[in-house]
């Protein structure tokens, strides 16, 4: 079993629509959690990043972690074609060096 | 925001030859640097992980005498792919933890390397 799971995709929305991205994880000493979104060929860039439970709001995306559950969700409003990219969760333990990513889930918003 | 730039960001190369990839961080203090490898539609797969001045940690599985890092400074790390085969083309990324916040890594637009 994989530390991070991921449903790969893709995932197709139309513009406009509020999309969720999901992760479960199975260590319980991670603590911090971020969200990556990688353009084709590109490096990933980090969009949200969160330290234990809760939820975070930048702009159009909202983090969530749940640690009861283990899951940790990715909120984009208002969907734009531009959001169009693979994003990938990641999740880090306390003090840790190592960042375990997901498989990565493809969006593709679409006019 | 923290930025990490790497170089060359494609080569091409001939089977047996080494390459060559710099890693940057431009404006913050990388104390620790990572390189990773992605094949296509796949996640990161960590190679190792370079503290300034020390030698680097490989994961399993990863020839440390293939893949030779160097991190000499506090903004500086390379890579070199050492006789490099065709099976080496892939795309790799370098990451660098440190700034304001020393918990979070940021990625290098990558670099990808084509072994003919």
């Known amino acids: 079993q994989k530390e991070v799971e991921q449903d790969p995709g893709p995932l197709s929305v139309p513009e406009g629509a509020i999309v969720s991205l999901n992760c479960t994880y199975s260590?319980?000493?991670?603590?911090?959690f971020m969200w990556y979104r990688q353009y084709s060929r590109k490096g990933p860039e980090l969009l949200m990043y969160?330290?234990?439970?809760g939820n975070k709001e930048d702009g159009r995306f909202t983090a969530q972690v749940d640690k009861s559950s283990k899951y940790i969700s990715l909120f984009i409003r208002d969907s734009q074609p531009s959001d169009s990219a693979t994003y990938l969760c990641?999740?880090?333990?306390?003090?840790?060096?190592?960042?375990?990513f997901g498989t990565g889930t493809q969006l593709k918003v679409e006019l | 925001g923290a930025v990490v730039s790497q170089h060359p960001s494609r080569v091409i190369c001939k089977s047996g030859t080494s390459v060559k990839i710099e890693c940057r961080s431009l404006?913050?203090?990388?104390?620790?640097m990572f390189w990773y490898r992605q094949f296509p539609k796949q996640s990161l797969m960590l190679m190792a992980t370079?503290?300034?001045?020390?030698?680097?940690?490989?994961e399993q599985g990863v020839e440390k005498d293939k893949f030779l890092i160097n991190h000499a400074s506090l903004t500086l790390s390379t890579l070199t792919v050492t006789s490099a085969h065709p099976e080496d083309s892939s795309f790799y990324i370098c990451?660098?933890?440190?700034?304001?916040?020393?918990?979070?890594?940021?990625f290098g637009p990558g670099t990808r390397l084509t072994v003919l």
């Open positions: 990451s660098a933890r440190g700034g304001t916040d020393g918990s979070t890594q940021y």
């Open positions: 260590n319980s000493a991670f603590q911090y």
């Open positions: 969160t330290y234990s439970s």
């Open positions: 990641a999740s880090l333990t306390g003090g840790g060096n190592k960042l375990t």
């Open positions: 404006d913050f203090q990388a104390t620790t």
């Open positions: 370079s503290n300034e001045g020390s030698k680097a940690t490989y």
